[in-house]
């Protein structure tokens, strides 16, 4: 089982940039899909973006052409760099393997102000 940890959140203006990271633990951090989820105050969690392995994306139509997910196996690190953002990307945003795992890490909250 692979251990995922968040970071990278903050405040940002609304239009500004924030790229999150989520650090992976395990020797086969490359053989893995992962996606980056989030869940706003009120709402269910939500698929954002996913990358499989051979760097492949997708993303939820809502954040196409803004987010961009990356990894870096050598770091066993997946990216998301969130461009453009809008006062609705407000959540607090978790990184898991695809399909998810039952466990989900703290996440890391991400503020888009106006």
């Known amino acids: 089982q692979v251990h995922l940890e968040e970071s990278g959140g903050g405040l940002v203006q609304a239009g500004g940039s924030l790229r999150l990271s989520c650090a992976a633990s395990g020797r086969t951090f490359s053989s893995y899909v992962l996606g980056w989820f989030r869940q706003a105050p009120g709402k269910e969690r939500e698929f954002v973006a996913l990358i499989d392995r051979s760097g492949a994306d997708t993303y939820v139509n809502s954040v196409k052409g803004r987010f961009t997910i990356s990894r870096d196996n050598a770091k066993d690190t997946v990216y998301l760099q969130m461009n453009n953002t809008r006062l609705e990307d407000t959540a607090t945003y978790y990184c898991?393997?695809?399909?998810?795992?039952?466990?989900w890490g703290q996440g890391t909250q991400v503020t888009v102000s106006s």
């Open positions: 898991n393997v695809i399909p998810p795992m039952n466990s």
